[in-house]
């Protein structure tokens, strides 16, 4: 049974920094892409970040680029969002997702694999 559990999330004041992580078992993540989404209340999920699997490829929404980093470990299963400079727009439900293959994908129809999510709040 595959299963992504998200951690990390929480309450923060405005510029301040949180690193989400997402743990992946019963699953070799070494040959597909992991992306991160995001879906505020009343709108739609929206793409985040992506990293692929193999050859470094990685995607940003234009809202965080310069202040994400995503990256992956596959010997732990994990894949982690640096994110920093938080404002109170990025403030959602923040979720893991494993890809269909080993490319950088952007839509949720992409994804096969989903985490249950975590909380982000951006707030003073």
């Known amino acids: 049974q595959v299963q992504l559990v998200e951690s990390g999330g929480g309450l923060v004041q405005p510029g301040g920094s949180l690193r989400l992580s997402c743990v992946v078992s019963g699953f070799t993540l070494d040959y597909y892409a992991i992306g991160w989404f995001r879906q505020a209340p009343g709108k739609e999920r929206e793409g985040v970040s992506c990293i692929s699997s193999g050859d470094g490829s990685i995607y940003y929404a234009d809202s965080v680029k310069g202040r994400f980093t995503i990256s992956r470990d596959n010997a732990k299963k994990t894949v982690y969002l640096q994110m920093n400079s938080l404002n109170p727009e990025d403030t959602a439900v923040y979720y893991c997702?494993?890809?269909?293959?080993?490319?950088?994908?952007?839509?949720?129809?992409?994804?096969?694999?989903w985490g249950q999510g975590t909380q982000v709040t951006v707030s003073s």
């Open positions: 997702a494993i890809a269909g293959g080993p490319l950088v994908v952007r839509t949720p129809s992409d994804y096969d694999y």
